[in-house]
């Protein structure tokens, strides 16, 4: 098996894990959406990585979907809307023992990669580590964080994971990814969206407690009846202390609003109510703000789903 990455997604985490396998003498090959991007690319000579006031470039070799050669290993670190027509380009360059490492936040997009490639074992992540592009090529390492990867349907750990460790990545395998996912995805809804609405940093939360703690026990439902007690256990505690520790920052959802982008919402709020109708269950505080948020996402020009 070939031990090359494939690195669908030069943006912020695709761009910081490339360079950091790159520099870790791994091979690292990039896959960017078009050939202008790919012009472009090879005009700039390489990625630019920027770790504290420390800039290096890597001259990572890139290709468009449509490259040669099968695909073993793909990371694929695009938005979560973004995956599954992703995948589905690349669909015939897929190896039989391909597997897919996912970045994407949120829930369902996972599922929608594995219908395109139903050979290929699919690895799902959670990442609170930070980047973001400073411009094209050139991401900045912005928060020291870390990664969960894990598979739902396999427990056994990839044979290329210590790769990571070499690169520097810091990362574990968890065999309980979906309680992490679904665990994260809790905590976006509870915060991202009335970041939003309320117009604030997260710290500007710690004035709609109440608003805050009744979503909580909404969601601290919806996880138990979605098989996910894990996630659910003290859920509110841990809102208020994220929102305590990261009072200064803005939401990520907040800032892609603000800046004009798509949102992941689908994935995140919208995923959580789907899964909520799908059992049944009543839960007109995240109806509501569901609704909010669209409204004010439409109300902007941007997409709500
Ligand atoms: P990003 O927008 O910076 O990068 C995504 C890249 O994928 C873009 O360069 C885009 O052009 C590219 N892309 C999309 N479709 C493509 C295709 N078909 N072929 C080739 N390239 C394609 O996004 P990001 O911030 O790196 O986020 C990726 C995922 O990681 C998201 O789900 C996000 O929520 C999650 N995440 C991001 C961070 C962060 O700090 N940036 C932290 C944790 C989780
Ligand atoms: O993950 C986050 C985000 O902004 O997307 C936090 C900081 C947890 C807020 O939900």
Not at 22 to 47: E, F
Not at 149 to 173: R, T
Not at 285 to 300: G, I, K, P, Y
């Amino acid at each position: 098996m070939s031990s090359t990455w494939h690195i669908l997604g030069a943006g912020s985490l695709g761009s910081l894990w490339a360079c950091r396998l790159a520099r870790a003498g791994k091979a690292v090959r990039l896959i960017l959406r078009d050939g202008q991007r790919l012009q472009a690319y090879q005009q700039a000579g390489g990625l630019t990585l920027v770790e504290q006031d420390h800039a290096r470039m890597y001259a990572i070799p890139a290709e468009t979907a449509e490259g040669d050669g099968p695909i073993h290993r793909l990371l694929l670190a695009c938005k979560a809307y973004d995956a599954a027509p992703a995948v589905a380009r690349l669909a015939p360059r897929l190896a039989a023992d391909a597997e897919i490492v996912l970045l994407q936040n949120g829930l369902g997009s996972q599922d929608e990669v594995a219908d395109q490639a139903p050979l290929a074992r699919c690895i799902f992540a959670s990442s609170t580590e930070g980047a973001f592009s400073e411009s094209d090529w050139r991401v900045r390492f912005a928060g020291q964080g870390f990664n969960w990867l894990g598979d739902p349907g396999y427990p056994g750990v990839p044979q290329w994971f210590d790769d990571l460790h070499a690169a520097g990545i810091p990362a574990q395998w968890s065999v309980d990814i979906l309680t992490r996912l679904w665990r994260k995805l809790a905590l976006n809804c509870a915060i991202n969206p009335l970041t939003v609405l309320h117009d604030c940093q997260n710290g500007g939360l710690l004035g709609h407690l109440d608003e805050i703690d009744s979503l909580c026990a909404e969601l601290g439902e919806l996880l138990r009846q979605c098989g996910q007690p894990k996630a659910a256990d003290d859920l509110g505690e841990e809102v208020q202390r994220v929102i305590l520790a990261t009072a200064a920052n803005y939401s990520s959802m907040y800032q892609d609003v603000r800046a004009g982008r798509r949102t992941e919402v689908h994935y995140l709020l919208g995923h959580a109510c789907r899964a909520a109708e799908r059992h049944g269950m009543a839960l007109p505080q995240l109806e509501h703000l569901h609704q909010r948020l669209v409204d004010n996402l439409r109300a902007r020009g941007l997409p709500c789903a």
